[in-house]
């Protein structure tokens, strides 16, 4: 007896699965290491595009920047406030019959020398960030100044050859770092004695601060970044907790 319904095609795996997945993978950033302080390129450095080849998100830099403000507060602001005020809680006068104003004792806010209404007192106003986010807001800043030609990177231990204001701020000049262009940051892994004491009296072309003084709005604060080579994969390994998950 024939079959009452045509057999059926076998079934056919979806067309999606045939093709094979491609996975897109970020290529890694390559950046120029220079000597310093003559600035002649020596080779090129290979960086994670998660490191510095993020997009620029104004939100973390800004939950950042006011996430370090919050911290340098100091909130030691203080008043008294009627019941400190040294002194007799006698009240001045009677409450009636004198023709004048009502007024309790002499720590009474209306008197000159009394305590403060709502006056400020010592308070905590540090906020929280979580770890995570301030460590992205960290590598998106150097990723911004990356994909703007900013983040220049040297090779390490290097000093100037003088301690002297004028020469660092020749060199400034010459390299195009100075007031005019927009100031600079060094940042180094060491304390260089010579190029931390001219720059002490140059910072109106800019200033040099070890690795663990520099926060999220240091590195976007001045003109452009000359940072040493240690001192750069040392802090994108301090700030690199949420690619750890």
Do not use: C
């Not at 997945?21 to 003559?38: D, E, G, H, N, V």
């Not at 892994?189 to 800019?206: H, V, Y």
Request: charged content about 30%; overall charge positive; hydrophobic content about 35%.
């Amino acid at each position: 007896m024939p079959a009452r319904y045509p057999a059926l095609a076998p079934e056919q795996p979806p067309i999606g699965s045939l093709v094979e997945r491609q996975t897109w993978k970020a290529s890694p950033i390559l950046t120029t290491l220079y000597s310093f302080p003559a600035m002649e390129p020596i080779r090129f450095e290979h960086y994670p595009a998660n490191h510095l080849g993020l997009p620029l998100r104004k939100d973390i830099l800004q939950r950042a920047v006011i996430y370090e403000a919050d911290k340098t507060r100091q909130g030691t602001a203080s008043t008294k406030w009627r019941d400190e005020i040294h002194g007799s809680g006698r009240k001045l006068r009677p409450q009636k019959g004198s023709g004048r104003a009502r007024l309790g004792d002499r720590g009474s806010p209306m008197l000159r020398g009394g305590g403060v209404a709502f006056g400020p007192k010592p308070r905590d106003f540090s906020t929280k960030l979580p770890r995570k986010i301030y460590d992205l807001a960290w590598r998106t800043a150097l990723s911004y100044r990356y994909s703007k030609g900013q983040l220049i990177l040297i090779e390490n231990g290097q000093d100037i050859e003088y301690l002297e204001t004028p020469y660092v701020k020749q060199m400034f000049e010459r390299h195009g770092w100075g007031k005019p262009d927009g100031r600079s940051l060094i940042i180094t892994n060491g304390r260089p004695p010579n190029l931390f004491g001219a720059l002490r009296e140059a910072g109106e072309d800019g200033r040099a601060l070890h690795r663990s003084d520099v926060d999220v709005k240091d590195l976007l604060e001045l003109g452009r970044i000359i940072i040493e080579k240690r001192a750069l994969d040392k802090i994108l390994k301090e700030h690199q907790s949420d690619l750890l998950g």
